[in-house]
């Protein structure tokens, strides 16, 4: 099976990465096409994969992946649909484009699934989920499973969730930067340097994370087992509690809901 992408941007780099590292992926069998060929001679250069000077040249692929702008679906559509054929399963991960949006601008019978990756699928661990057209079979749906799993954790979601899963996985990875990064500034406060300070706060909440998946408890429970009676670690929950930082995240996770209404 030969796999298309139109557009080679960060993202799509990650998942011709996570695809050629995972030796699961023959790397001749991934097209590449992008309106810059020096991204197309990079990521040749990088992976061995193979590269295409025209966009009928990707559209050759049984998968082809829109990797490109949003704004520049319209455009781009109408001469994807000069070359695509009823057995190719067309996969988006522009935000904002709907099932029923690529439904209308791409001939009836095509196979569509929209994926949501994040931004750590840089480092193979992306949260990413996906939703399937009517038209999708279930092969389909565990071809662009095994595809996304490449660059971490792959979920079905109905596409009207999507929204949220933006807020929770998409855009948490930034709020999850900075809290990172406010831990090992306020280290840096107490006298430890910021390298160091920034590898044991990444670590910590790594592990933290790593607790919660893997812990069947509730993730208070975890809380309370932190907290000696009287200790220092109550001290900071406290302190946490009474600044409201479970209300700011909750602000946080819905002004993201309400901008990506305005947007959709």
């Known amino acids: 099976m030969k796999y298309g992408f139109i557009g080679l941007g960060n993202m799509a780099t990650a998942i011709i990465k996570g695809m050629v590292q995972s030796k699961r992926f023959n790397a001749s069998y991934i097209l590449g096409f992008n309106r810059s060929s020096h991204k197309t001679e990079k990521l040749v250069d990088a992976y061995q994969i193979s590269g295409c000077s025209t966009l009928e040249e990707v559209m050759k692929a049984d998968v082809i992946i829109l990797a490109v702008q949003p704004q520049t679906f319209d455009e781009l559509l109408p001469k994807v649909n000069e070359y695509l054929s009823p057995n190719q399963v ?59 799993n490449t660059i971490g954790s792959m979920i079905e979601l109905p596409e009207e969730q999507f929204t949220v899963f933006s807020a929770i996985a998409g855009a948490s990875p930034a709020f999850s930067y900075m809290y990172i990064d406010s831990l090992a500034r306020a280290a840096v406060r107490a006298g430890m340097d910021k390298k160091r300070a920034l590898e044991i706060a990444s670590s910590a909440v790594f592990g933290s994370a790593k607790m919660i998946m893997e812990s069947s408890e509730h993730p208070w429970e975890l809380v309370d087992q932190v907290c000696s009676p009287g200790g220092t670690t109550i001290e900071g929950v406290t302190s946490l509690q009474n600044d409201q930082f ?9 002004a993201v809901i309400e901008k990506d209404h305005t947007l959709s």
């Open 90 to 148: 067309v996969i988006s991960i522009a935000a904002g484009k709907s099932i029923d949006y690529l439904e209308t601008n791409l001939p009836k019978a095509t196979s569509i699934i929209r994926v949501m990756p994040n931004i750590n699928a840089i480092v193979g661990a992306s949260t990413t989920c996906f939703s399937a057209s009517e038209n999708a079979t279930n092969a389909d749906k565990e071809m662009v499973t095994n595809l996304f």
């Open 246 to 254: 479970e209300s700011t995240i909750f602000d946080a996770v819905n």
